[in-house]
């Protein structure tokens, strides 16, 4: 490890030599400052590569560092020593900026993990790690990914909320990517797919003969991201027994495996998501409050598909073209009318749903051309759709009730046509026609009624299912 600076900011002369003493093997020259006036001295003299500073200055708080360092030097990652189980006082620095925090009496091999950790804060990263992007140039998206790269220079935990299916475990490997653990494992969990009597020996690992079963020593979740992150999807489905032995894992950094007489420190970093209001759930009594607060430090809000529906047309290209990639196929083009039909629609789904949409109508699409009747989009989602009523119809002399906005006037209209509230009922009429009578003039032969329909016999096939005709 190339040599580099480190500030240690402690009123006890020992502490400051235990630390220096301690990171001198990983090649970091410690700074000694006894007051916060001293350090902010030293700080203009010199460029250091990390902080680290007691709570309880004689003339202020680390916390006042903290803040100052966060505003004067951004990139100069700042880690905090404070009394054991002072939960409160550390998750206040870390919402200030502070990287990472260490109780006293701290133990050497975690205080050399979080400075190893911190030192790759400003270097390159892991050579060859491929990291996906948000995509999107909306403004929404970009405070989103603003955001991420902030809070990936830190080591507070993290809860991302948002409805499902707009990205959460991605932007959680874009924080992990993105920061100093980048090169070290990133794991996954669904919390609710984990049955309850499983989940301690999963989480914590076992000890050989534990319980029937365990022939040999297994580690457990937190074991497998050792170094890296722990990505505890649907943190919300989490039963009150787990949350409990969750919390003191946190809290104490260490775990103890199922059968074991002690406790193993972890290094792990631990990120959260939920597509429930977690704050809700500590007032109706099915969230620990104490867990909450540990685990949403920070949050990180990702926005519905709805509140960037300009992004559609981008997201829509890059997800086909990795479908099509996928497939061994050129990627296919959107029609117009299919653009639009897309924008409009409400997407409860979010990205989730759309990518589900354009992988089926990549299918369904033929001459390489995805057209509005491809996407086979639910009517009932669409945006101010108005209830059903009986089929009417319209003169040109007459008026419309509501507006309409499909891009001609009224006038152009044929004399007798279907509201346009009903149309897509009266075009599945004449599909469901078409089709009964191509089967008919074919005696249910379905591969030639596809070719008298001018249609592939897969999309002949999906048609009557979406149809009821199969």
Not at 17 to 25: A, D, H, S, Y
Not at 41 to 50: D, P
Not at 153 to 161: C, D
Not at 192 to 220: N, R, V, W
């Amino acid at each position: 490890m190339e040599s580099c600076h480190a500030l240690i900011v402690d009123d006890e002369a020992d502490i400051r030599e235990l630390i220096g003493i301690t990171l001198l093997p990983l090649g970091v020259h410690c700074l000694p400052a006894d007051t916060l006036g001293a350090a902010r001295a030293l700080l203009k003299r010199q460029a250091f590569s990390l902080c680290i500073t007691d709570l309880r200055l004689p003339d202020g708080s680390g916390l006042e560092l903290v803040a100052h360092i966060q505003k004067q030097y951004p990139n100069l990652p700042v880690a905090v020593i404070t009394a054991h189980g002072n939960v409160e006082i550390a998750v206040e620095a870390l919402k200030l900026g502070a990287f990472d925090f260490v109780s006293k009496p701290f133990e050497l091999a975690a205080l050399r993990n979080m400075v190893t950790t911190a030192l790759r804060l400003n270097r390159n990263g892991a050579a060859g790690i491929h990291r996906p992007t948000l995509v999107g140039q909306s403004a929404t998206m970009a405070e989103v990914r603003a955001l991420i790269a902030k809070l990936a220079r830190s080591q507070a935990p993290i809860l991302i909320s948002g409805e499902s299916g707009t990205g959460k475990e991605l932007a959680a490997r874009l924080i992990h990517l993105s920061g100093p653990r980048a090169d070290q494992p990133f794991v996954p969990v669904n919390c609710g797919a984990i049955p309850e009597h499983l989940m301690e020996s999963e989480f914590f690992g076992y000890k050989k003969g534990s319980f029937t079963g365990a022939t040999q020593d297994k580690g457990g979740l937190f074991q497998a991201a050792r170094g890296g992150t722990l990505f505890l999807d649907e943190v919300a489905d989490l039963p009150m027994p787990m949350q409990v032995k969750l919390l003191r894992a946190l809290q104490e950094r260490a775990v103890r495996p199922v059968g074991a007489q002690a406790e193993i420190a972890t290094d792990v970093r631990v990120l959260s998501a939920s597509h429930k209001d977690l704050a809700t759930l500590v007032q109706n009594g099915a969230f620990r409050q104490d867990l909450f607060y540990r685990l949403n430090v920070i949050e990180l809000r990702l926005p519905s598909l709805r509140e960037h529906s300009e992004d559609i047309p981008e997201l829509a290209n890059a997800i086909l073209d990795r479908l099509s990639r996928q497939a061994g196929l050129p990627p296919p083009k959107l029609a117009p009318s299919t653009l639009a039909a897309l924008q409009v629609y409400s997407f409860p789904g979010n990205i989730r749903e759309l990518e589900n949409i354009l992988e089926r109508a990549l299918t369904l699409c033929e001459d390489g051309i995805i057209q509005a009747m491809d996407l086979s989009l639910p009517a009932s989602a669409e945006p101010a759709a108005p209830q059903p009523q009986p089929t009417t119809f319209a003169t040109v002399d007459e008026t419309p009730a509501t507006p309409i906005h499909h891009g001609f006037e009224p006038k152009t209209l044929p004399i007798l046509q279907p509201s346009v509230r009903n149309l897509e009922d009266y075009l599945e009429q004449i599909e469901r026609a078409a089709i009964l009578r191509a089967l008919e003039e074919t005696r249910y032969n379905k591969t030639a009624a596809a070719e008298k329909l001018g249609i592939t016999f897969r999309a002949l096939r999906y048609r009557l299912k979406k149809l009821r005709l199969d």
